[in-house]
């Protein structure tokens, strides 16, 4: 996840382009594309849906335990967070246009965009 959050696009950029940046984190050894890609099967969890029941509205949510795990331990080692004290952790969700073949649409097409 670190490579799209760092200006990669797909795994492999790991090797092309971030491979020296993430090298200077001490104590950080950089894995290869296809372990990264391992990894990230490994962590897939099936989607959940819920559906408002006053508005129809359906909504997908992945909730993955182990994969929220991984981040706060992650951030724990880097510094960022410290064991043992207590975080409210907040959760905001944007959605971001994309023009990939699987998308799904996210805003009702017959509504005027100026509703949203």
Partial sequence: ???FFNGGDCTEDINVHLRDALEQIPS???CSSDTILRGTKELAVE???FINPSSGVRHEFNINGKLNSLL???VCKTGLLKSGVAYDLDYDNTVIPTEKYDSKKHINTSMDISQV
Avoid: H, N, Y
Wanted: cysteine-free; aromatic content about 8%.
């Fill in 1 to 3: 996840m670190a490579i």
């Fill in 28 to 30: 950080f050894s950089v």
């Fill in 47 to 49: 989607t959940e849906i």
């Fill in 72 to 74: 706060l331990k992650s």
